[in-house]
């Protein structure tokens, strides 16, 4: 499995003779013009996670690409033929089978009506187990809850969280052996380095920051 950070919370993942490609926003260009992708995964609906101006030319560039999202996506953007799924729900893009996880976005503030939110968890035999939850620190979504994660997406800034439930999100998932940090656009290069610092030393995973492009075999 290879993984490549396209800033922000946008991943393309290469692994079973399938690239997916999760959440183009638009706090990142680094994914305008990539091509030969078998599948796009949306999150939700806020447009750090889904560009409603660069998105569209994303999926005229990649017609055979199906489109996932949650099911209030179409709510903001409109991204035609797009699939909503419902967590627990479970797709097959190649030889990658992706569970849909989660349900709701993080609270950001009571005054704000919540929004949906999934989950992804990749996985593939011989693979490890890939998740990108999107803008949730919730580690037990239900039934399809994740387990065996080896490698997590972890969101480290946003104005939903705090580093103390970010540390509890990657403990109660059992300690994912990597976690790449996502979602850091809002954060200085000092803040990043601080945050990730403290998370490893206080849980134990492996800090694997591929911020600029960066891209990794796990």
Known sequence: MRITHLGHSCALVEAAGARVLIDPGAFSTDWHGVTDLDAVLITHQHPDHVDPDHAPALLEANPQAPVY???DVAQAVTLPGAVPLTPGEQIQVGGLTINAVGGDHAVIHADIPRIHNLGYVLHAEGEPVFFHPGDSLQAVP????????????????????????QVEFVRALGVPEVSIPIHDELLSDRGRELLNRQIGNLTGTEIVSLRGGGSREF
Do not use: S
């Open 69 to 71: 999202t949650a099911d």
């Open 142 to 165: 239900g039934d399809a809850a994740p387990t065996g994660v080896d490698v997590l997406a972890l969101p480290v800034m946003g104005p939903w969280a705090a580093m103390k439930e």
